[in-house]
């Protein structure tokens, strides 16, 4: 469906376009926001990923999946992003931005306690922090497996990397959060 969207917008077709940017908008405003972890910029990924899309929908591949390449866009925009910011982040920095922690990593139940629900919400920031202290290249490979549960080969294809690599820094980034949360959980 997408790549008969993707022919008609590429055509001109203004409908067609637009009907993509409904089908991705939410999806990839949530891969951005959990990269970013800021609205603002999440935003800015989503906006800047629709404009390279239109401006290059001649160079989409139809023998590839329309998701795979639309997210490899924003992914490598949300990198991009994180790699500019001041400072480099380290493992043991402190994240300060703590915009917006909605649901994160929800776990349902139906006997909530107000208890368990500010329980919850703290092991969710101090996971949150963790995750935000990785590097950048365990973070995006963590954020589209556990967050967008993406396949290891639907993150190779996105991020035009062997399976091989993706595993690896899936266990690194792994053993990274286990260090980091051992005290804190």
């Given at each position: 469906m997408e790549t008969r969207l993707a022919k008609l917008a590429r055509k001109g077709d203004q409908r067609a376009f637009a009907e993509i940017v409904d089908l991705y908008k939410d999806k990839l405003f949530h891969l951005a926001y959990r990269m970013t972890n800021?609205?603002?910029e999440a935003e800015d990924v989503v906006q800047e990923c629709f404009l390279r899309v239109y401006r290059n929908l001649d160079r989409y591949d139809e023998n590839q999946k329309f998701s795979t390449w639309i997210y490899r866009i924003a992914t490598n925009l949300c990198i991009d992003r994180l790699r500019k910011r001041r400072p480099i982040y380290s493992l043991d920095a402190?994240?300060?931005?703590?915009?917006g922690l909605d649901g994160y990593a929800m776990l349902p139940s139906d006997d909530r306690t107000p208890e368990s629900e500010l329980i919850l919400s703290e092991t969710q920031?101090?996971?949150r922090n963790a995750i935000d202290t990785?590097?950048?290249k365990y973070?995006?490979?963590m954020v589209l497996r556990y967050l967008q549960d993406m396949s290891l080969q639907e993150i190779s294809d996105v991020l035009d990397m062997p399976v091989t690599t993706i595993k690896t820094r899936v266990h690194r980034g792994r053993?990274?959060?286990r260090k980091k949360l051992e005290h804190k959980l």
């Open positions: 800021n609205r603002q402190e994240s300060t931005d703590h915009e920031r101090i996971i990785l590097p950048v973070k995006s490979v053993e990274f959060l």
